[in-house]
């Protein structure tokens, strides 16, 4: 009673979020985080709004890993109330620079997945191939073509960079997985580049070691396949290599223990009807998509994530439930029961 009528007051202003998080209680949601840097990014979070929502969901919700959550499911046969789950995707340095000290703080536990080729460093993620080739350039001097793409000479203001990171990204996941790399390397060619061995500061992994030291701080360690393709792209023997190979280098390099998984770019798109079968057969507990509607978390192996990071709007309006609510008052559902072998 205290407690909640002290929520009331502090969520006072916030009209149907009060609502929606009562309404959800039993509905665990997961939140998607990606970067994280102290200047100002669109889409990253800061570790002073990160902060904010460490502590907010500390006070107003109870923080599992997404494996807690998992265990916890599996030992009480129903979810906790209120529950929130933190995800990080792909295991970038920053997170632990800016988010583990604060989520260390806050006692908040996590869980991070890792693209195990990326720790191990033996390639970049791939969108940030294209970052790299537009942080190069400053003009497109004429033009060209590659497959079904054509790139027209431009001066490379925020709004064509932009316009040209999205297309190309959407190029490069509509492509066969191979493809997709014999893309990336002609665009660099064509725009006379070559990439750098090592992978840039900017889009830097954590390694082995930091990992472990993650682990014994309460973040969980789950995995995101070996090189990150989209799954959806694949035959199911390179869908199992990735998923079974990634499996093995957690354990490898930090242990054996229970982990969930998450799709790589995890649209409806990313997706084959085998998919959470061969997640399951590979151990996992549990896996996340990176959309959110109407479904929540019903499907243990297409759990759907709401996306988090600057924008503290968002940030309530997933953490509430608000969100997910609006999905089933408008029963939205992206993925359909087909896709899921679970
Ligand atoms: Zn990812």
Request: some cysteine; overall charge neutral; hydrophobic content about 40%.
């Amino acid at each position: 009673m205290g407690l909640f009528s002290k929520s009331i007051r502090k969520l006072g202003p916030m009209g149907g979020y009060r609502f929606a998080r009562q309404i959800c209680r039993n509905q665990p949601r997961i939140l998607m985080y990606h970067r994280f840097s102290d200047l100002p990014v669109k889409g990253w979070a800061s570790p002073e709004f990160f902060e904010q929502q460490v502590r907010y969901i500390r006070e107003h919700y109870n923080p599992y890993s997404l494996v807690g959550l998992m265990k916890y499911l599996r030992e009480h046969g129903r979810m906790p109330s209120h529950a929130v789950v933190i995800t990080v995707d792909d295991g970038y340095r920053d997170f632990y620079e800016h988010a583990f000290p604060i989520l260390q703080r806050h006692g908040v536990p996590a869980t991070l997945f890792v693209t195990t080729g990326f720790i191990e460093r033996r390639l970049w993620l791939w969108p940030d191939k294209i970052t790299w080739i537009l942080d190069q350039i400053t003009h497109i001097d004429r033009e060209f073509t590659i497959g079904s793409l054509t790139v027209k000479v431009g001066a490379l203001d925020g709004g064509l960079r932009n316009q040209l990171w999205k297309q190309w990204i959407a190029h490069a996941l509509s492509l066969p997985d191979e493809d997709k790399h014999e893309f990336i390397t002609a665009l660099a060619s064509e725009l006379g580049l070559s990439f750098p061995n090592e992978i840039p500061k900017a889009f830097a992994p954590l390694n082995w070691v930091e990992l472990k030291e993650l682990q014994a701080g309460g973040i969980e360690i789950g995995g995101h396949t070996v090189t990150h393709p989209s799954l959806g792209r694949v035959t199911e023997a390179r869908a199992r290599d990735e998923i079974f190979g990634c499996r093995d280098a957690l354990n490898q390099h930090v242990g054996q223990r229970e982990r969930t998984f998450c799709y790589p770019n995890g649209q409806p798109s990313d997706f084959q009807h085998f998919l959470p079968e061969l997640v399951r057969e590979a151990g996992f507990l549990g896996a996340v998509t990176a959309f959110p509607d109407s479904q929540g978390i019903n499907d243990p192996y297409l759990m759907r994530r709401h996306a988090s990071g600057d924008n503290m709007f968002q940030f309530h309006k997933a953490v509430s439930g608000f969100e997910l609510l609006g999905h089933r008052v408008k029963g939205d559902r992206r993925l359909e029961p087909g896709s899921s072998a679970a």
